[in-house]
């Protein structure tokens, strides 16, 4: 199993942007896909974007065109780039990597919390 570090939640009003960073324990360049939930309280989890190991990206329709995730292999890191931030983006975002299913992954992070002001 690969621990998981996630950084750069913070506060950030509507319209602006905020780039999160996922830091593995061990390489990733071989890891069955990486990917970004969020969860806001009272709501379901909901996969924001997921990256292959042949790196192919998929994003819920909510954030097409606003979130870009990206990865760096050699900094063992996955980054998830959003722009254009609303106010219904604001949850506690999870990094995620080692897909074993739709929605079924071997590693979670600890969450950031993303809060967008309007």
């Known amino acids: 199993q690969v621990q998981l570090v996630e950084s750069g939640g913070g506060l950030v009003q509507a319209g602006g942007s905020l780039r999160l960073s996922c830091t593995a324990s061990r390489s990733i360049f071989s890891i069955n896909g990486l990917g970004w939930y969020c969860q806001d309280p009272g709501k379901q989890r909901e996969l924001v974007a997921a990256?292959?190991?042949?790196?192919?990206?998929n994003y819920a329709d909510s954030v097409k065109g606003r979130f870009t995730i990206t990865r760096e292999s050699a900094k063992k890191t996955v980054y998830l780039q959003m722009n254009s931030l609303k106010s219904e983006d604001t949850a506690v975002y999870y990094c995620?990597?080692?897909?074993?299913?739709?929605?079924?992954?071997?590693?979670w992070g600890q969450g950031t919390q993303v809060t967008v002001s309007s």
């Open positions: 995620v990597a080692d897909r074993r299913g739709s929605e079924l992954w071997g590693s």
């Open positions: 990256i292959t190991t042949g790196g192919s990206t």
